[in-house]
């Protein structure tokens, strides 16, 4: 069973602290993907970032170890990682023996690879390179001091709004404004997402409304990003589309979803104020 609600989710669970695969509940993409219409030509490609902070295991001496973890998933893979799952793996390695660094980095990622069906990345970051991680805000125009009004909090992709007569524009467009739930649990997610597009000038106080209507919505992270890159080039229909959004840390793990449709460098890793 592979849907949402036979998840760990919203359900009281035993900690393992002995390395245990199996606690790794992948979910498939299908099902969210049909929902907005992308079939098996996918209109985007990109990544999910997972940053882990909360990741420790005990040497051959039995002596704990801690790092931190940065894992890229293919938004190609067929499956995405339930986040309380994700959380219940990496604890399993709190009691657990292993040879050092690349030892664990193996095992990370032969297990999500396996649980995601396409090759993942798994950088680990020792105490020593901490004081690199650096925060810093994603780049581009912030369009939360704009003075609308709002009554819609359920996705609407009516709202959105572009002149067509205009000579098309690059710019780079973000907020901090975007909220939604859990697609089980019903609890509220915050992010920060930067919009950088090619094409028909977007109506900015338009985006706007667009991303507040997603506050009362249930989604997991990763498919809310893809309504939102889906949404806007279906009305607004950009030559080139990039959406990156910011979650901020539950269970000492960030997520952070990448949408793009033209080839360039994967995003930057930079954790913002609220992560």
Not at 217 to 245: G, S, T, W
Request: hydrophobic share 40%; aromatic share 10%; charged share 20%.
């Amino acid at each position: 069973m592979s849907e949402a609600e036979f998840s760990p989710l919203g359900k009281a669970v035993s900690y393992k602290t002995e390395y245990d695969p199996t606690l790794l509940f992948p979910i498939p993409r299908k099902g969210k993907r049909d929902e907005i219409g992308v079939g098996s030509t996918l209109p985007f490609m990109g990544m999910d970032i997972w940053n882990a902070y909360e990741l420790s295991w005990l040497n051959q001496r039995g002596k704990p170890e801690v790092a931190i973890a940065t894992f890229l998933i293919p938004a190609e893979s067929p499956n995405i990682v339930e986040s309380k799952s994700f959380k219940l793996y990496l604890n399993s390695f709190n009691q657990t023996k292993l040879a050092g660094f690349e030892a664990l980095q193996s095992l990370l990622q032969a297990d999500l690879s396996a649980a995601t069906g396409a090759p993942v990345i798994v950088q680990l970051f020792e105490p020593a390179a901490f004081a690199a991680q650096k925060m810093g805000d994603l780049k581009g125009y912030c369009i939360d001091n704009l003075d609308i009004e709002v009554d819609q909090y359920e996705p609407a992709p009516g709202i959105l709004k572009c002149d067509e007569l205009n000579a098309p524009v690059e710019e780079t467009l973000t907020s901090n404004l975007l909220k939604s739930n859990c697609l089980v649990t019903g609890q509220p997610d915050w992010a920060s997402v930067q919009i950088h597009y090619v094409g028909a000038p977007i109506n900015r106080e338009s985006l706007l409304r667009y991303l507040v209507s997603f506050r009362n919505h249930n989604e997991f992270h990763e498919q809310c990003v893809e309504r939102i890159f889906v949404d806007i080039l279906r009305e607004c229909k950009p030559m080139k589309l990039a959406v990156y959004a910011r979650y901020t840390r539950r269970g000492g793990l960030d997520i952070n979803p990448y949408r793009c449709n033209f080839s360039g460098p994967q995003p930057t890793n930079i954790r913002t104020a609220r992560q």
